[in-house]
């Protein structure tokens, strides 16, 4: 039997991705030093697994866009974790670290389950959430979904449901335990080295291991406010011209580019700052009540505007319909290409 599973549950843009390319890296390192970190990079297909198909029944939409049933969605997620197992025991690790982002958002009761699973094949788990102040979790939230072609700058789906995690924590403390639960700050004063990676090594007590694991890039880097006015500008393009013309590229067609424009820090709209910080005071008074997580308040506002460096609207606009023409041709060619090579 395994000494320590770590189940990592997020939250999402607490740098999950970073925790996930470090542990998928160092793979083979972190196996010869008793840590398992099974395939895939994120563990996605085992928080599949407790999807009770409430919110969109009938099939699930795996990351790779293949659509599943909820019953093959099970079978995937119990293969996984048997291969998991298996290969913890074949190399003897003392702890197994499963990581996805995508547990959270699945129900206490779904969360409990796969904690009472993990506790037939270790003697400890430990179930590990990061939390971030709702405002600076709100604008990460909001640009990953505009840099994802999922909203613009002016209609976006109401996202206030994402930054409410603290009454969900306070379910899964009881029942699991509260001593099975490990809610830290997402904040660099509060991080070991004021990093993510190393502040998660940090609380397994593996800090022995953190002078041999390569790093790789940064990821998930920030949009400007330059890029992101790109960005809004291509989405409302598809969303003007609804199902018209499924082929006009969202934001995420480019979004690797529209990241690599520098500019002037982007923050949301002035209305969603204000609406996330309304939110933020209740949760920052029960993280506190509840976990004794105390988060610095963080001020989002918008910049002035710098001289050189801003985009008139007009130019924008003429740049995303540049950007989707060159798009539409770059895809005609090159299936032009693939009927030519037939």
């Given at each position: 039997?395994?000494?320590?599973?770590?189940?990592?549950?997020?939250?999402?843009?607490?740098?999950?991705?970073?925790?996930?390319?470090?542990?998928?890296?160092?793979?083979?390192?972190?196996?010869?030093?008793?840590?398992?970190?099974?395939?895939?990079?994120?563990?996605?297909?085992?928080?599949?697994?407790?999807?009770?198909?409430?919110?969109?029944?009938?099939?699930?939409?795996?990351?790779?866009n293949k659509k599943v049933s909820y019953?093959?969605?099970?079978?995937?997620?119990?293969?996984?974790?048997?291969?998991?197992?298996?290969?913890?025991?074949?190399?003897?690790s003392r702890q197994l670290v499963i990581?996805?982002?995508?547990?959270?958002?699945?129900?206490?009761?779904?969360?409990?389950?796969?904690?009472?699973?993990?506790?037939?094949?270790?003697?400890?788990?430990?179930?590990?959430?990061?939390?971030?102040?709702?405002?600076?979790?709100?604008?990460?939230?909001?640009?990953?979904?505009?840099?994802?072609?999922?909203?613009?700058?002016?209609?976006?789906?109401?996202?206030?449901?994402?930054?409410?995690?603290?009454?969900?924590?306070?379910?899964?403390?009881?029942?699991?335990?509260?001593?099975?639960?490990?809610?830290?700050?997402?904040?660099?004063?509060?991080?070991?080295?004021?990093?993510?990676?190393?502040?998660?090594?940090?609380?397994?007590?593996?800090?022995?291991?953190?002078?041999?694991?390569?790093?790789?890039?940064?990821?998930?880097?920030?949009?400007?406010?330059?890029?992101?006015?790109?960005?809004?500008?291509?989405?409302?393009?598809?969303?003007?011209?609804?199902?018209?013309?499924?082929?006009?590229?969202?934001?995420?067609?480019?979004?690797?580019?529209?990241?690599?424009?520098?500019?002037?820090?982007?923050?949301?709209?002035?209305?969603?700052?204000?609406?996330?910080?309304?939110?933020?005071?209740?949760?920052?008074?029960?993280?506190?009540?509840?976990?004794?997580?105390?988060?610095?308040?963080?001020?989002?506002?918008?910049?002035?505007?710098?001289?050189?460096?801003?985009?008139?609207?007009?130019?924008v606009k003429d740049i995303a319909i540049?950007?989707?023409?060159?798009?539409?041709?770059?895809?005609?060619?090159?299936?032009?290409?693939?009927?030519?090579?037939?």
């Amino acid at each position: 039997m395994i000494d320590e599973c770590v189940l990592h549950i997020g939250t999402g843009k607490t740098g999950t991705t970073s925790i996930q390319k470090v542990f998928s890296r160092n793979r083979r390192y972190l196996l010869d030093h008793g840590i398992c970190y099974p395939n895939p990079e994120n563990h996605w297909v085992w928080a599949a697994a407790f999807t009770d198909g409430v919110k969109s029944p009938g099939t699930l939409r795996l990351q790779e866009n293949k659509k599943v049933s909820y019953g093959e969605a099970r079978e995937l997620g119990q293969r996984f974790l048997s291969n998991a197992i298996e290969l913890a025991s074949k190399r003897k690790s003392r702890q197994l670290v499963i990581s996805s982002e995508f547990f959270f958002p699945e129900s206490p009761a779904s969360i409990a389950n796969a904690f009472e699973l993990l506790k037939q094949q270790a003697e400890s788990v430990k179930i590990l959430c990061y939390v971030r102040h709702p405002v600076a979790r709100g604008a990460s939230v909001f640009q990953q979904r505009l840099k994802m072609g999922k909203i613009t700058l002016e209609s976006y789906a109401d996202l206030s449901e994402q930054l409410v995690v603290a009454d969900k924590l306070l379910k899964i403390s009881e029942a699991i335990g509260r001593e099975n639960l490990i809610v830290a700050a997402f904040d660099r004063h509060q991080m070991l080295n004021g990093d993510v990676v190393d502040d998660f090594f940090g609380l397994m007590g593996r800090s022995d291991v953190l002078n041999h694991l390569e790093r790789g890039l940064k990821t998930n880097e920030s949009l400007s406010r330059e890029a992101a006015t790109i960005a809004n500008a291509l989405n409302e393009l598809v969303l003007n011209c609804g199902e018209a013309e499924p082929t006009i590229p969202r934001a995420s067609k480019i979004q690797h580019s529209l990241m690599k424009i520098g500019g002037s820090k982007f923050i949301p709209p002035a209305h969603f700052v204000e609406e996330s910080r309304k939110i933020a005071r209740d949760e920052l008074f029960k993280l506190k009540e509840y976990f004794g997580v105390v988060l610095p308040d963080v001020q989002e506002t918008q910049p002035d505007a710098i001289p050189g460096h801003s985009f008139s609207t007009d130019a924008v606009k003429d740049i995303a319909i540049i950007l989707n023409q060159l798009h539409l041709e770059n895809d005609r060619l090159r299936k032009a290409n693939a009927n030519s090579d037939k």
